[in-house]
């Protein structure tokens, strides 16, 4: 049997099992991890996240690479065991879980470099919690048609790519973005490669006030289904509906999803326009597991 010693924690809903492994030298299987998921059976979450040195993984290498202070890497794997690029919620999770354990500083003002396999990402603290720089988007994948159980058509989305890939669907009305059943694998075709998460939105009334753009958004997770919140997911239903609103829209958003609110300001780089994520991210309580 193995031991794990684990925190559980929270942004806006989307919920993780973390726990601390520096050396590398305790990965869990898919099965483990899905068997700690397990809302019946298990401790039950989203996903897990392993807090392990980059210095000790193939990919925390190719981080370092690109920052040396990246010293934690950020390793994330869906609710069904599959590894993920890039989690906006559980980065702010991981990184409060980095700073409570005293794995890790971080001075008001001052940013922590995390490694992920979406590359390195920055994180800050900010009022709500934390803000993270979630780097370049592309619009990828292109306007596949989705299909969801109980909404009546299919209809156009927009691919996104926020380092995971990301269709987004706009809807007609509350009344419809409450009726799609997402217990349910929205279907996309043409299907992309390597899957997506499926964003249906719907746009606030006005659409922006005080110079604040506002939607509406829920979400079914690749490998882990309906979430209470996707950070990367708002990021993208932000952006789509900014494309879709046309140039005269803002570049600040608050979006609210089930498990809460978060934020998404798009601003320019040297390197293109990048987009930061803002919001809570708590820790819940603290366990032991026995795992086979």
Same mark, same amino acid.
């Given at each position: 049997?193995?031991? /794990?010693?684990?925190?559980? @924690?929270?942004?806006? @809903?989307?919920?993780?099992? %973390?726990?601390?492994?520096?050396?590398?030298?305790?990965?869990? =299987?898919?099965?483990?991890?899905?068997?700690?998921?397990?809302?019946?059976? @298990?401790? #039950? !979450?989203?996903? +897990?996240?392993?807090?392990?040195?980059?210095?000790?993984?193939?990919?925390?290498?190719?981080?370092?690479?690109?920052?040396?202070?990246?010293?934690?890497?950020?390793?994330?794997?869906?609710?069904?065991?599959?590894?993920?690029?890039?989690? &906006?919620?559980? /980065?702010?999770?991981?990184?409060?879980?980095?700073?409570? =354990?005293?794995?890790?500083?971080?001075?008001?003002?001052?940013?922590?470099?995390? &490694?992920?396999?979406?590359?390195?990402?920055?994180?800050?603290?900010?009022?709500? #919690?934390?803000?993270?720089? %979630?780097?370049?988007?592309?619009?990828?994948? #292109?306007?596949? %048609?989705?299909?969801?159980? *109980?909404?009546?058509?299919?209809?156009?989305?927009?691919?996104?790519?926020?380092?995971?890939?990301? +269709?987004?669907?706009?809807?007609?009305?509350?009344?419809?973005?409450?009726?799609?059943?997402?217990?349910?694998?929205?279907?996309?075709?043409?299907?992309? *490669?390597?899957?997506?998460?499926?964003?249906?939105?719907?746009?606030?009334?006005?659409?922006?006030?005080?110079?604040?753009?506002?939607?509406?958004?829920?979400?079914?997770?690749? #490998?882990? @289904?309906?979430? %209470?919140?996707? &950070?990367?997911?708002? !990021?993208?239903?932000?952006?789509?509906?900014?494309?879709?609103?046309?140039?005269?829209?803002?570049?600040?958003?608050?979006?609210?999803?089930? &498990?809460?609110?978060?934020?998404?300001?798009?601003?320019? =780089?040297?390197?293109?326009?990048?987009?930061?994520?803002?919001?809570?991210?708590?820790?819940?309580? =603290?366990?032991?597991?026995?795992?086979?």
């Amino acid at each position: 049997m193995a031991t /794990i010693h684990f925190t559980k @924690g929270q942004g806006t @809903g989307n919920d993780f099992v %973390l726990y601390s492994d520096p050396d590398g030298r305790r990965p869990l =299987t898919p099965s483990q991890i899905a068997e700690i998921c397990d809302r019946h059976f @298990g401790v #039950g !979450a989203d996903g +897990v996240i392993r807090a392990v040195r980059s210095s000790h993984l193939p990919e925390g290498a190719e981080a370092l690479a690109e920052d040396e202070t990246a010293e934690w890497f950020m390793d994330y794997a869906n609710a069904d065991g599959s590894p993920a690029e890039m989690c &906006g919620n559980g /980065i702010r999770v991981f990184v409060r879980y980095l700073l409570e =354990t005293g794995l890790a500083e971080l001075a008001d003002g001052e940013t922590l470099a995390i &490694g992920t396999r979406a590359g390195v990402r920055d994180v800050q603290r900010n009022l709500t #919690g934390f803000q993270v720089d %979630l780097g370049r988007w592309d619009l990828a994948g #292109g306007e596949p %048609l989705v299909r969801a159980r *109980e909404l009546p058509v299919a209809r156009p989305g927009l691919g996104i790519d926020m380092g995971n890939p990301h +269709v987004v669907v706009a809807v007609a009305d509350d009344d419809e973005l409450d009726a799609a059943d997402l217990s349910y694998i929205p279907h996309i075709e043409p299907a992309p *490669e390597h899957g997506a998460n499926v964003e249906f939105v719907v746009p606030h009334e006005p659409l922006v006030k005080d110079g604040i753009g506002r939607i509406r958004m829920r979400v079914h997770e690749r #490998g882990s @289904g309906e979430t %209470l919140s996707c &950070g990367t997911g708002a !990021a993208a239903a932000a952006l789509a509906v900014r494309y879709w609103a046309g140039s005269a829209a803002p570049d600040q958003w608050r979006v609210d999803v089930p &498990g809460g609110t978060v934020g998404v300001r798009m601003f320019p =780089t040297e390197d293109g326009e990048h987009v930061a994520l803002s919001g809570p991210a708590e820790l819940v309580y =603290t366990g032991t597991l026995e795992l086979a």
